[in-house]
Every structure is written in C-alpha cells, then in structure tokens.
C-alpha cells in the first residue's frame, strides 16, 4: 500500500516488525521449547526497539507512562494526531 | 497495566464515507461476536485458568482484540464522519443519531446495545476454550459476511487481515485446549 510521507512509512515499518513479533510471541506462548521461534523473537525485539527510538526522537511519544520519550519543550503526546484521524 | 500506543496494528485506509458499509461493520465493535466480548471474554477467563500457558494465551490474545476494537472503530469513525442527517437516515441510521449523533457506540448490526449475556466464564477450562474456539469461528465467519457486504476495496483489505487473525488465535486456542486436556489427565495419576 503507497504511503505518502516518511513518519507514515517508518510507522508503517514498526507495524510490520510489531506484527512478526506478536505472532511470535503467541507461538511461543503455546511452543515456549522453540529455540528458531525465541531466536527469531529477540531479533525482532531488537529492531523493534531500535525502529520505535527512531520514531520517537523524529516525531513524537508512541508510547505513554514513561515508555516513550518526550523531546523538546512542550508535551508532545497530545500534540500528535490520534491513530483514527491519520 | 496496560500501555497503550499510539498506532494502529494495521494501517485502516478508506475510499471514502460509506455510511451503509459503516452499519454492518459495527457489529465487530459491539455486537455478539465482536471485538469487544472477545476481548472481554478472553480477558475475564485468565483468573480461573490452572496453567501458566493458558493465562498467557488468554492474556496475550485478549490484549490483541483490544487492538481489533480499535481498527474496527476506526473504520467506522472514517466511514461516518462526514455524513450527512440525510444519509445517516437513508442508511437505517436516523434511530443510532437520535441516541448517538455520529458517536461510536457498542451496538451490533441492527443496534441492539452490547451485553455481558454475549460471553461467558465457565471455570471450567476444557468449556472455557472450547467456547473461546467456537468465538474465533464465530467471528472469522462475521468477517466473512462483511466482507461478502463491502464495496470498499480498502476496507475489505483490513477485514481480509481481521479474519485472518481468527484463525490463528483458533489455532492457539485448539493447542492450549491439547495441553489442557494432557495437564489435566495426568493430574489424575498423582
């Protein structure tokens, strides 16, 4: 799907990365022996981690509670439009 | 706790306002085999489960149609938000405007309001995931039909990706009830 600028399209990497994660995450939950599955996990969590640091420093907090970080002198994490107005 | 972040899991893109498409693709935001009672049901169950993996299955998928309920509302706030009084009545919507105006609301197809009636907790945890299997179906088949219904190729590409995840969550669901039933047999010998 085309995406129109570049905080859309790291957004739209992060999904696809979060979304083997997840699915990783639910195997293991029912195959927890499998050493590819943990492997491949914290691989992923790596770029996962790496990819939402990114994002955050650019263009604003994903995150909320402390789990993102706030750059600059205002509060950004109302500033930025909610997922359903993108 | 929960964290939310703010994303979607899949990115909801639509043609255009569909008022219509918008009152038949509610019913996976409140209706029977929805977003919101499967994570409520999944959610609720976690505390009577006897095993480690199915708390965690349970927990996991749970937090996952959280996410759903979220793309499913989006996709009704899209189709919606530009309507007119006009067309929200012409779409079998005068009734959902005259308690709702153009809010999101947990209602099903034909607007009959959510219901904890929709799910259930056993304690039982062979019933518990047996009825957890049959909702996954049960949903997987709602999206089926909705995506019978659209005329949105953009919507049916997020509908194609919410009934795939059915699936999956069918499958662990069918794995956790197999190690349930060894967990519990060998139970018996000690």
Redesign the interface.
């Known amino acids: ?1 085309a995406v129109n600028n570049p905080c859309q399209a790291l ?2 990497k ?2 696809q990365v ?2 083997v994660t ?2 990783l ?3 293991l ?4 022996e499998d050493q590819k599955a943990l492997e491949q996990y914290n691989c992923m969590h790596r770029e996962l981690c790496e990819l939402k640091k990114q994002y955050e420093q650019q263009y604003g ?5 402390g ?1 993102g970080m706030n750059t600059g002198n205002s509060w950004r ?1 109302a500033e ?1 439009p ?3 107005e993108m | 706790m929960w964290i939310y972040e703010k994303k979607l899991q899949y990115p909801v893109n639509v043609s255009g306002k569909n008022v219509q498409l918008a009152k038949w693709i509610i019913t996976q935001y409140g209706g029977p085999d929805g977003e919101l009672a499967a994570s409520l049901r999944y959610l609720n169950q976690r505390y009577a489960m006897p095993t480690e993996r199915a708390k965690a299955v349970l927990n996991d998928i749970g937090t996952e149609e959280l996410a759903h309920l979220e793309i499913v509302g989006t996709l009704v706030y899209k189709l919606t938000k530009d309507a007119s009084v006009a067309e929200l009545k012409a779409a079998g919507l005068g009734g959902h405007y005259a308690d709702h105006d153009r809010a999101l609301f947990y209602v099903d197809a034909v607007g009959n309001p959510w219901t904890a009636a929709y799910i259930q907790a056993k304690g039982d945890p062979i019933a518990d995931l047996t009825e957890n299997m049959a909702a996954e179906q049960k949903a997987r088949a709602t999206y089926n039909w909705l995506i019978n219904l659209s005329d949105d190729p953009q919507v049916t590409d997020v509908l194609r990706f919410l009934r795939e995840r059915e699936v999956v969550h069918f499958q662990r669901f069918g794995e956790t009830l197999n190690y349930m039933q060894e967990y519990l047999n060998e139970k018996k010998y000690y």
């Not at chain 1, 939950?29 to 927890?32: D, S």
């Not at chain 1, 907090?61 to 509670?65: A, C, Q, S």
């Open positions: 799907m957004l739209r992060i999904q979060e979304f997840l699915e995450n639910l195997y939950n029912t195959h927890p907090p994903l995150l909320n509670y789990w994490w930025q909610w997922p359903w």
